[in-house]
């Protein structure tokens, strides 16, 4: 698994990663309850990634429960987009981390395990806070409809223990190598940009590292890091 150090400022870093999109396989009747959750959420997370690759624009629904579901998906897909290094990161042993080549090993190092240790906390304590929502929210199966409020806090509890497994992973399980990446290097001075000259290089970076989303999730960070 590649791992890139992104510089979004001049001394703010982000981690970034681009894998394969994996289809969800079918759990049988023995797997239970959290088996079928499982599930649920792994097609939920297969949709909304393989919306968000293709670009995929809503479509016109002209009633509530549409829009909801819509902006769901458009929340989910940005959801997975933030989250799916640290989901990957719980089933891997080795990664190599890419990092500008005006920092060492070492340094890259320390930027890593500080971010992770940091979602490490922050994931925990929304677990806590969406379970006690999730479980407020089953009341709402008294409603006619889908429950739409508990799938959603559903996929935010699934989603924060996967991501503190993820965290966990990466701080204790992980061999971490380096490579030092030119292109990396350029993005600091692309975050100092604005506009369209921001854009073009960010372009051209995210072009020769081959990351297809690299230049969404580059303004999605230096415009909340601003």
């Known amino acids: 698994m590649d791992v890139f150090v992104i510089p979004v400022g001049r001394d703010r870093y982000e981690l970034y990663c681009e894998t394969a999109v994996e289809e969800p396989q079918p759990v049988d009747g023995s797997k239970g309850i959290i088996g079928r959750i499982r599930y649920r959420f792994a097609v939920m997370l297969h949709q909304a990634e393989e919306r968000r690759r293709s670009g995929t624009s809503p479509s016109e629904e002209t009633t509530r429960l549409g829009r909801l579901q819509e902006w769901i998906m458009a929340w989910v897909a940005e959801r997975v987009a933030e989250q799916r290094l640290l989901w990957n990161l719980r089933r891997e042993t080795a990664v190599v981390a890419f990092y500008p080549q005006d920092l060492t090993f070492e340094q890259a190092l320390t930027l ?61 399980g992980v061999t971490w190598t380096g490579q030092p990446c030119e292109p990396l290097t350029k993005l600091r001075e692309a975050a100092t940009l604005k506009g369209e000259a921001r854009d073009q290089q960010v372009h051209a970076i995210a072009a020769q590292l081959r990351l297809q ?14």
């Open 213 to 226: 989303h690299l230049t969404t999730f580059f303004e999605r960070v230096v415009v909340r890091s601003a």
């Open 112 to 172: 890593v395990r500080r971010t992770l240790q940091r979602d490490w906390e922050r994931h925990r304590l929304w677990l806590a806070v969406d379970s006690v929502l999730l479980i407020g929210s089953a009341a709402l199966i008294l409603l006619p409809g889908p429950n739409i409020v508990g799938y959603y806090f559903a996929f935010r509890v699934m989603g924060h223990y996967l991501s503190i497994r993820g965290a966990l992973q990466g701080l204790r």
